[in-house]
Protein backbone atom coordinates (compact mmCIF):
# COMPACT_ATOMS: atom_id res chain seq x y z
CA UNK A 1 0.00 0.00 0.00
CA UNK A 2 1.35 3.14 -1.05
CA UNK A 3 1.74 6.08 1.84
CA UNK A 4 0.70 9.24 2.02
CA UNK A 5 3.61 11.23 3.26
CA UNK A 6 2.51 14.31 5.04
CA UNK A 7 6.06 16.41 5.04
CA UNK A 8 5.14 18.97 7.81
CA UNK A 9 7.76 22.19 8.51
CA UNK A 10 7.81 24.41 11.16
CA UNK A 11 9.84 27.19 11.50
CA UNK A 12 9.05 30.12 14.46
CA UNK A 13 11.96 32.15 15.22
CA UNK A 14 12.45 33.82 18.04
CA UNK A 15 12.19 36.98 17.30
CA UNK A 16 9.02 36.32 15.82
CA UNK A 17 5.87 35.71 18.19
CA UNK A 18 5.60 32.53 19.69
CA UNK A 19 3.49 29.91 18.27
CA UNK A 20 2.21 26.65 19.57
CA UNK A 21 3.42 24.77 17.00
CA UNK A 22 3.76 21.76 18.96
CA UNK A 23 0.07 21.72 19.97
CA UNK A 24 -0.73 21.78 16.35
CA UNK A 25 0.91 18.90 15.28
CA UNK A 26 -0.17 16.50 18.11
CA UNK A 27 -3.81 17.82 17.20
CA UNK A 28 -3.18 16.52 13.77
CA UNK A 29 -1.64 13.37 14.64
CA UNK A 30 -4.10 12.69 17.27
CA UNK A 31 -7.21 13.44 14.40
CA UNK A 32 -5.03 11.42 11.67
CA UNK A 33 -4.51 8.23 14.08
CA UNK A 34 -7.83 8.10 15.30
CA UNK A 35 -9.08 7.90 11.33
CA UNK A 36 -10.48 5.25 9.70
CA UNK A 37 -7.68 5.13 6.91
CA UNK A 38 -4.53 6.10 9.71
CA UNK A 39 -2.30 3.46 8.43
CA UNK A 40 -2.35 5.03 5.38
CA UNK A 41 -0.61 8.43 6.50
CA UNK A 42 3.11 9.08 7.11
CA UNK A 43 3.90 12.06 9.18
CA UNK A 44 7.93 13.18 8.45
CA UNK A 45 8.43 16.29 11.04
CA UNK A 46 10.77 18.90 10.29
CA UNK A 47 11.66 21.90 13.06
CA UNK A 48 13.30 24.85 12.94
CA UNK A 49 13.28 24.99 9.38
CA UNK A 50 15.72 26.61 6.83
CA UNK A 51 14.78 27.27 3.74
CA UNK A 52 17.62 25.09 2.60
CA UNK A 53 15.78 22.44 4.21
CA UNK A 54 12.49 22.69 2.13
CA UNK A 55 14.62 21.66 -0.77
CA UNK A 56 16.44 18.95 1.22
CA UNK A 57 12.88 17.24 2.10
CA UNK A 58 11.29 17.67 -0.93
CA UNK A 59 14.12 15.49 -2.64
CA UNK A 60 14.55 13.28 0.19
CA UNK A 61 11.04 12.16 1.05
CA UNK A 62 8.77 12.90 -1.76
CA UNK A 63 5.76 13.97 -0.17
CA UNK A 64 2.37 14.15 -1.40
CA UNK A 65 0.93 16.89 1.53
CA UNK A 66 3.51 19.60 2.59
CA UNK A 67 2.74 21.44 5.64
CA UNK A 68 3.93 24.56 7.18
CA UNK A 69 3.29 25.83 10.10
CA UNK A 70 5.13 29.27 11.05
CA UNK A 71 4.58 33.19 10.28
CA UNK A 72 3.72 34.70 6.59
CA UNK A 73 3.58 38.20 5.04
CA UNK A 74 1.41 39.09 2.58
CA UNK A 75 4.41 40.99 0.85
CA UNK A 76 7.76 39.51 2.24
CA UNK A 77 6.39 35.84 2.14
CA UNK A 78 6.70 32.93 4.61
CA UNK A 79 8.83 33.14 7.47
CA UNK A 80 11.55 30.75 7.91
CA UNK A 81 14.89 30.15 10.19
CA UNK A 82 17.40 32.56 9.46
CA UNK A 83 21.54 31.04 9.31
CA UNK A 84 21.86 33.40 12.52
CA UNK A 85 19.94 31.61 15.99
CA UNK A 86 16.89 32.93 16.58
CA UNK A 87 17.01 35.14 13.13
CA UNK A 88 13.86 35.18 10.76
CA UNK A 89 14.35 34.77 7.08
CA UNK A 90 12.11 36.08 4.41
CA UNK A 91 11.17 33.70 1.20
CA UNK A 92 8.95 35.62 -1.46
CA UNK A 93 6.21 33.88 -2.99
CA UNK A 94 8.22 34.29 -6.10
CA UNK A 95 10.50 31.88 -4.90
CA UNK A 96 8.17 29.81 -3.02
CA UNK A 97 6.41 29.27 -6.59
CA UNK A 98 9.32 28.36 -8.36
CA UNK A 99 10.47 25.35 -5.89
CA UNK A 100 7.62 23.53 -6.44
CA UNK A 101 7.94 23.88 -9.93
CA UNK A 102 10.40 21.90 -9.99
CA UNK A 103 9.70 19.38 -7.54
CA UNK A 104 6.00 19.12 -7.67
CA UNK A 105 6.20 15.31 -9.33
CA UNK A 106 4.76 13.79 -6.18
CA UNK A 107 2.90 16.97 -4.56
CA UNK A 108 -0.79 16.82 -4.57
CA UNK A 109 -1.28 19.87 -2.11
CA UNK A 110 0.45 22.03 0.51
CA UNK A 111 -1.04 23.79 3.14
CA UNK A 112 0.34 26.70 4.32
CA UNK A 113 -1.33 27.42 7.94
CA UNK A 114 0.21 30.83 8.18
CA UNK A 115 -1.06 34.39 8.14
CA UNK A 116 -1.41 36.21 5.44
CA UNK A 117 0.02 33.27 3.25
CA UNK A 118 -2.89 33.66 0.08
CA UNK A 119 0.15 35.67 -2.15
CA UNK A 120 2.32 32.20 -1.55
CA UNK A 121 -0.60 30.01 -2.36
CA UNK A 122 -1.37 31.79 -5.27
CA UNK A 123 2.17 31.12 -6.93
CA UNK A 124 1.95 27.70 -5.56
CA UNK A 125 -1.22 26.67 -7.36
CA UNK A 126 0.02 27.37 -10.52
CA UNK A 127 1.56 23.92 -10.40
CA UNK A 128 0.17 21.94 -7.51
CA UNK A 129 -3.43 20.75 -7.54
CA UNK A 130 -4.32 21.79 -3.87
CA UNK A 131 -3.09 25.02 -1.90
CA UNK A 132 -4.63 26.12 1.14
CA UNK A 133 -3.57 29.39 2.28
CA UNK A 134 -5.07 32.60 4.83
CA UNK A 135 -6.24 35.77 2.97
CA UNK A 136 -5.73 37.37 6.71
CA UNK A 137 -3.99 37.10 10.34
CA UNK A 138 -5.59 33.92 11.78
CA UNK A 139 -5.53 32.97 15.91
CA UNK A 140 -3.03 30.22 17.05
CA UNK A 141 -6.13 28.36 18.18
CA UNK A 142 -8.12 28.85 15.00
CA UNK A 143 -5.33 27.93 12.86
CA UNK A 144 -4.91 24.85 15.28
CA UNK A 145 -8.64 23.41 15.03
CA UNK A 146 -8.79 24.20 11.65
CA UNK A 147 -5.78 22.13 10.45
CA UNK A 148 -6.85 19.31 13.14
CA UNK A 149 -10.20 18.97 11.32
CA UNK A 150 -8.90 18.78 7.77
CA UNK A 151 -6.47 16.42 8.51
CA UNK A 152 -9.50 14.19 10.25
CA UNK A 153 -11.41 14.35 6.84
CA UNK A 154 -9.10 13.31 4.99
CA UNK A 155 -7.81 10.35 7.51
CA UNK A 156 -11.40 9.32 6.71
CA UNK A 157 -11.33 9.23 2.99
CA UNK A 158 -13.06 12.56 2.46
CA UNK A 159 -12.29 14.64 -0.40
CA UNK A 160 -9.94 17.49 -0.62
CA UNK A 161 -13.06 19.78 -0.76
CA UNK A 162 -15.04 18.24 2.36
CA UNK A 163 -12.02 18.38 4.54
CA UNK A 164 -12.24 22.08 4.03
CA UNK A 165 -15.13 22.67 4.54
CA UNK A 166 -14.94 20.43 7.82
CA UNK A 167 -11.89 22.99 8.69
CA UNK A 168 -14.49 26.00 8.29
CA UNK A 169 -17.10 24.34 10.13
CA UNK A 170 -14.83 23.53 13.18
CA UNK A 171 -14.54 26.97 13.40
CA UNK A 172 -18.12 27.94 13.35
CA UNK A 173 -18.72 25.15 15.44
CA UNK A 174 -16.14 26.62 18.66
CA UNK A 175 -17.13 30.07 18.01
CA UNK A 176 -14.55 31.70 16.20
CA UNK A 177 -16.38 33.50 14.06
CA UNK A 178 -13.38 36.31 13.36
CA UNK A 179 -11.55 33.65 11.72
CA UNK A 180 -13.82 31.25 9.51
CA UNK A 181 -13.88 33.76 6.44
CA UNK A 182 -9.44 33.52 6.78
CA UNK A 183 -8.91 29.86 5.06
CA UNK A 184 -8.46 29.81 1.49
CA UNK A 185 -8.81 26.38 -0.68
CA UNK A 186 -6.92 26.92 -4.08
CA UNK A 187 -7.71 24.97 -6.82
CA UNK A 188 -5.32 24.26 -10.14
CA UNK A 189 -6.81 25.16 -13.35
CA UNK A 190 -8.85 22.12 -14.42
CA UNK A 191 -9.19 20.31 -11.31
CA UNK A 192 -11.96 19.81 -9.15
CA UNK A 193 -12.18 19.78 -4.99
CA UNK A 194 -14.03 16.86 -5.19
CA UNK A 195 -10.93 15.10 -5.15
CA UNK A 196 -10.12 11.91 -2.76
CA UNK A 197 -6.75 11.47 -1.97
CA UNK A 198 -7.34 7.91 -0.81
CA UNK A 199 -9.28 5.58 -3.04
CA UNK A 200 -11.14 3.00 -0.87
CA UNK A 201 -8.49 0.26 -0.66
CA UNK A 202 -6.25 3.17 0.74
CA UNK A 203 -4.10 3.73 -2.37
CA UNK A 204 -3.40 7.73 -3.84
CA UNK A 205 -5.62 8.28 -6.57
CA UNK A 206 -4.79 11.01 -9.39
CA UNK A 207 -7.40 11.84 -11.86
CA UNK A 208 -8.79 9.06 -13.42
CA UNK A 209 -8.20 7.64 -17.04
CA UNK A 210 -11.12 7.99 -19.78
CA UNK A 211 -13.59 5.22 -20.65
CA UNK A 212 -12.51 3.82 -23.88
CA UNK A 213 -14.07 1.16 -26.27
CA UNK A 214 -13.05 0.70 -29.92
CA UNK A 215 -13.79 -1.14 -33.03
CA UNK A 216 -13.72 -1.58 -36.61
CA UNK A 217 -16.31 -1.58 -39.14
CA UNK A 218 -16.23 -5.05 -40.35
CA UNK A 219 -17.32 -8.48 -41.61
CA UNK A 220 -18.72 -11.37 -38.75
CA UNK A 221 -16.70 -14.09 -39.95
CA UNK A 222 -16.36 -16.95 -38.17
CA UNK A 223 -13.06 -18.18 -39.44
CA UNK A 224 -10.99 -16.80 -42.45
CA UNK A 225 -8.28 -18.63 -44.25
CA UNK A 226 -4.95 -16.96 -45.77
CA UNK A 227 -1.99 -17.89 -47.44
CA UNK A 228 1.40 -16.34 -47.47
CA UNK A 229 2.37 -14.70 -50.59
CA UNK A 230 5.96 -16.21 -50.37
CA UNK A 231 4.25 -19.25 -50.38
CA UNK A 232 1.22 -19.64 -52.32
CA UNK A 233 0.48 -23.22 -51.71
CA UNK A 234 0.19 -22.87 -48.36
CA UNK A 235 -2.54 -21.81 -45.81
CA UNK A 236 -3.68 -21.28 -42.73
CA UNK A 237 -6.71 -19.63 -40.14
CA UNK A 238 -6.27 -16.48 -38.33
CA UNK A 239 -8.74 -16.11 -35.52
CA UNK A 240 -10.77 -12.78 -34.71
CA UNK A 241 -9.66 -11.28 -38.26
CA UNK A 242 -11.48 -8.32 -38.80
CA UNK A 243 -11.89 -8.18 -42.57
CA UNK A 244 -13.56 -4.79 -42.76
CA UNK A 245 -15.89 -2.92 -45.50
CA UNK A 246 -15.25 0.54 -47.12
CA UNK A 247 -16.72 2.99 -45.86
CA UNK A 248 -16.53 5.50 -48.34
CA UNK A 249 -16.13 5.10 -52.23
CA UNK A 250 -14.17 7.26 -54.16
CA UNK A 251 -10.80 7.53 -55.28
CA UNK A 252 -9.77 4.95 -52.93
CA UNK A 253 -11.25 2.99 -50.18
CA UNK A 254 -10.45 2.08 -46.30
CA UNK A 255 -12.00 1.14 -43.49
CA UNK A 256 -13.08 2.96 -40.35
CA UNK A 257 -12.16 2.32 -36.93
CA UNK A 258 -14.40 3.68 -34.48
CA UNK A 259 -13.35 5.04 -30.92
CA UNK A 260 -15.36 6.08 -28.38
CA UNK A 261 -14.08 8.33 -25.44
CA UNK A 262 -15.94 9.25 -21.64
CA UNK A 263 -14.42 10.90 -18.92
CA UNK A 264 -15.17 10.27 -16.05
CA UNK A 265 -13.49 12.66 -13.99
CA UNK A 266 -15.00 15.86 -12.52
CA UNK A 267 -12.88 18.01 -14.05
CA UNK A 268 -12.47 18.79 -17.85
CA UNK A 269 -9.90 16.34 -20.14
CA UNK A 270 -8.84 16.83 -23.57
CA UNK A 271 -7.79 14.27 -26.05
CA UNK A 272 -4.32 15.73 -27.72
CA UNK A 273 -3.97 13.15 -30.32
CA UNK A 274 -5.09 9.89 -31.32
CA UNK A 275 -2.78 7.05 -32.62
CA UNK A 276 -2.42 3.44 -33.94
CA UNK A 277 0.24 1.15 -32.69
CA UNK A 278 1.27 -1.86 -35.19
CA UNK A 279 2.63 -4.49 -33.55
CA UNK A 280 3.01 -6.99 -36.75
CA UNK A 281 2.61 -6.90 -40.43
CA UNK A 282 1.86 -10.33 -42.44
CA UNK A 283 1.96 -10.40 -46.13
CA UNK A 284 -0.77 -12.68 -46.80
CA UNK A 285 -4.05 -13.20 -49.37
CA UNK A 286 -7.47 -14.35 -48.03
CA UNK A 287 -8.66 -17.67 -49.67
CA UNK A 288 -11.88 -18.34 -48.00
CA UNK A 289 -13.65 -17.19 -45.30
CA UNK A 290 -16.70 -18.54 -43.56
CA UNK A 291 -19.20 -15.58 -41.81
CA UNK A 292 -22.42 -13.18 -41.74
CA UNK A 293 -23.25 -10.06 -42.10
CA UNK A 294 -21.56 -6.67 -41.06
CA UNK A 295 -20.97 -4.95 -38.13
CA UNK A 296 -20.88 -1.38 -37.77
CA UNK A 297 -19.38 0.41 -34.95
CA UNK A 298 -21.63 3.45 -34.93
CA UNK A 299 -21.18 6.88 -36.52
CA UNK A 300 -18.70 9.79 -35.16
CA UNK A 301 -18.73 13.28 -35.34
CA UNK A 302 -15.02 13.67 -35.65
CA UNK A 303 -13.07 12.45 -38.20
CA UNK A 304 -9.59 11.58 -38.67
CA UNK A 305 -7.35 9.74 -41.53
CA UNK A 306 -4.03 7.44 -40.86
CA UNK A 307 -1.64 5.77 -42.53
CA UNK A 308 -0.26 2.80 -41.90
CA UNK A 309 2.75 1.17 -43.43
CA UNK A 310 4.33 -2.51 -43.27
CA UNK A 311 6.71 -2.06 -40.54
CA UNK A 312 5.48 -2.39 -36.44
CA UNK A 313 5.61 1.43 -34.96
CA UNK A 314 3.30 3.85 -34.00
CA UNK A 315 1.24 6.25 -36.23
CA UNK A 316 -0.28 9.30 -35.85
CA UNK A 317 -4.20 10.61 -36.99
CA UNK A 318 -4.41 13.24 -38.49
CA UNK A 319 -7.48 15.20 -38.00
CA UNK A 320 -9.96 16.01 -41.20
CA UNK A 321 -10.56 19.12 -39.68
CA UNK A 322 -8.03 21.31 -39.34
CA UNK A 323 -10.56 23.81 -37.30
CA UNK A 324 -9.23 22.80 -33.76
CA UNK A 325 -6.18 22.10 -31.76
CA UNK A 326 -7.85 19.33 -29.05
CA UNK A 327 -11.42 17.82 -28.10
CA UNK A 328 -12.33 19.29 -24.66
CA UNK A 329 -14.49 16.60 -22.61
CA UNK A 330 -16.45 17.81 -19.14
CA UNK A 331 -17.48 15.14 -16.78
CA UNK A 332 -19.42 12.25 -18.25
CA UNK A 333 -19.10 13.82 -21.31
CA UNK A 334 -18.61 11.53 -24.48
CA UNK A 335 -17.15 11.39 -27.63
CA UNK A 336 -17.25 9.27 -30.90
CA UNK A 337 -13.76 9.65 -33.07
CA UNK A 338 -13.62 8.14 -36.48
CA UNK A 339 -10.07 6.86 -38.02
CA UNK A 340 -9.82 6.49 -41.98
CA UNK A 341 -7.33 3.75 -42.05
CA UNK A 342 -5.10 3.20 -44.92
CA UNK A 343 -2.15 1.26 -46.15
CA UNK A 344 0.46 1.05 -49.24
CA UNK A 345 0.63 -2.52 -48.80
CA UNK A 346 -2.03 -5.29 -48.43
CA UNK A 347 -2.06 -8.21 -45.27
CA UNK A 348 -2.76 -8.48 -41.98
CA UNK A 349 -2.12 -6.00 -39.20
CA UNK A 350 -1.80 -6.53 -35.96
CA UNK A 351 -3.36 -3.13 -34.67
CA UNK A 352 -4.00 -1.26 -31.27
CA UNK A 353 -5.49 2.21 -31.10
CA UNK A 354 -4.51 4.78 -28.40
CA UNK A 355 -4.81 8.52 -27.70
CA UNK A 356 -3.06 11.23 -25.70
CA UNK A 357 -5.19 13.18 -23.52
CA UNK A 358 -4.41 16.35 -20.57
CA UNK A 359 -5.54 16.86 -17.41
CA UNK A 360 -5.05 20.61 -15.96
CA UNK A 361 -1.05 20.43 -16.98
CA UNK A 362 -0.50 16.60 -16.76
CA UNK A 363 -0.15 15.00 -19.64
CA UNK A 364 -0.85 10.96 -20.43
CA UNK A 365 -0.67 8.32 -23.17
CA UNK A 366 -3.51 5.53 -23.02
CA UNK A 367 -2.83 2.43 -25.01
CA UNK A 368 -6.26 0.41 -25.61
CA UNK A 369 -4.63 -3.30 -24.62
CA UNK A 370 -8.32 -4.09 -24.18
CA UNK A 371 -8.79 -3.64 -27.79
CA UNK A 372 -6.54 -5.22 -30.00
CA UNK A 373 -7.18 -6.07 -33.29
CA UNK A 374 -6.12 -8.42 -36.53
CA UNK A 375 -6.71 -6.17 -39.40
CA UNK A 376 -7.02 -7.34 -42.77
CA UNK A 377 -6.26 -3.94 -45.65
CA UNK A 378 -6.77 -4.51 -49.63
CA UNK A 379 -9.29 -2.80 -50.99
CA UNK A 380 -8.36 -4.05 -54.86
CA UNK A 381 -8.74 -7.30 -54.61
CA UNK A 382 -11.87 -9.71 -55.37
CA UNK A 383 -12.76 -10.77 -52.49
CA UNK A 384 -13.75 -7.12 -51.71
CA UNK A 385 -16.02 -6.44 -54.47
CA UNK A 386 -17.67 -9.92 -53.56
CA UNK A 387 -18.43 -8.70 -49.58
CA UNK A 388 -19.59 -5.48 -51.30
CA UNK A 389 -21.52 -7.21 -54.03
CA UNK A 390 -23.22 -9.27 -50.38
CA UNK A 391 -23.89 -6.08 -48.25
CA UNK A 392 -25.00 -4.28 -51.15
CA UNK A 393 -27.72 -7.01 -52.08
CA UNK A 394 -28.48 -7.81 -48.02
CA UNK A 395 -30.83 -4.88 -48.74
CA UNK A 396 -28.85 -3.67 -45.00
CA UNK A 397 -27.76 -0.16 -47.08
CA UNK A 398 -31.44 0.66 -48.11
CA UNK A 399 -32.57 0.75 -44.36
CA UNK A 400 -29.80 2.88 -43.09
CA UNK A 401 -30.73 5.20 -45.70
CA UNK A 402 -34.02 5.65 -45.40
CA UNK A 403 -33.80 5.45 -42.03
CA UNK A 404 -31.66 8.58 -42.31
CA UNK A 405 -28.53 6.96 -40.32
CA UNK A 406 -25.96 6.84 -43.27
CA UNK A 407 -23.78 9.93 -44.02
CA UNK A 408 -23.25 8.52 -47.76
CA UNK A 409 -24.72 11.11 -50.50
CA UNK A 410 -25.69 9.86 -54.05
CA UNK A 411 -22.12 10.25 -55.41
CA UNK A 412 -21.11 7.44 -52.91
CA UNK A 413 -23.76 4.94 -53.64
CA UNK A 414 -23.01 5.97 -57.66
CA UNK A 415 -19.62 5.00 -57.04
CA UNK A 416 -19.76 1.94 -55.01
CA UNK A 417 -22.55 0.39 -58.18
CA UNK A 418 -20.44 1.59 -60.81
CA UNK A 419 -17.28 -0.63 -58.54
CA UNK A 420 -19.25 -3.45 -59.00
CA UNK A 421 -21.23 -3.04 -62.19
CA UNK A 422 -17.27 -3.92 -64.05
CA UNK A 423 -17.00 -6.58 -61.87
CA UNK A 424 -18.05 -10.29 -62.15
CA UNK A 425 -20.29 -9.87 -58.58
CA UNK A 426 -22.77 -7.47 -60.41
CA UNK A 427 -25.58 -9.83 -60.70
CA UNK A 428 -25.96 -10.27 -56.95
CA UNK A 429 -27.07 -6.52 -56.85
CA UNK A 430 -29.06 -5.22 -58.72
CA UNK A 431 -32.89 -6.18 -57.04
CA UNK A 432 -31.36 -4.11 -54.00
CA UNK A 433 -30.31 -0.94 -56.39
CA UNK A 434 -33.45 0.13 -56.56
CA UNK A 435 -34.58 0.38 -52.57
CA UNK A 436 -31.47 2.35 -52.27
CA UNK A 437 -31.83 4.55 -54.94
CA UNK A 438 -35.71 5.34 -53.61
CA UNK A 439 -34.41 5.82 -49.84
CA UNK A 440 -31.77 8.23 -51.03
CA UNK A 441 -34.46 10.36 -53.24
CA UNK A 442 -36.71 10.44 -49.99
CA UNK A 443 -33.76 11.53 -47.99
Excluded at 45 to 71: C, M, N, T, W, Y
Excluded at 80 to 107: R, T
Excluded at 257 to 273: I, Q
Excluded at 375 to 395: F, I, P, Q, T
Aim: with cysteine; net charge negative.
Amino acid sequence: MNKIKVLFLAANPTNTTRLAIDEELRDILARVQAAEYRDAFEMIVALAVRPDDVEQALLQHKPVIVHFSGHGSDLRGLVFQGDAAGEAKFVSANAIGDLFKLLKKNVRMVFLNACYSEEQANAIVREIDFVVGMRDAIGDVAARKFAASFYRGLGFGETVGTAFRLGINALKRDGLVDDENVPALLVRRDISSDVALLSDDNERIGPLPPVVSADFDHLNATSVEVSPKEHPGQSFCVKDLRITRAASFGERSAPFLRLVVTNKNTYDMSVDKLFVDVAEFMDVDIVEYRGGGWAMAGMARHGYTCQLAECSGRYECVPVSRNYDYIRLSNGEMEQFSVDVRSGAPGVYTVRPGLEYSIGAEHHVLKFDDYVFKVYLDWESELHKENLARWVASGTPGSWVAAHQSHWDHADWMALLGELRCSAYWPMVPNAVGAVLESLKRR
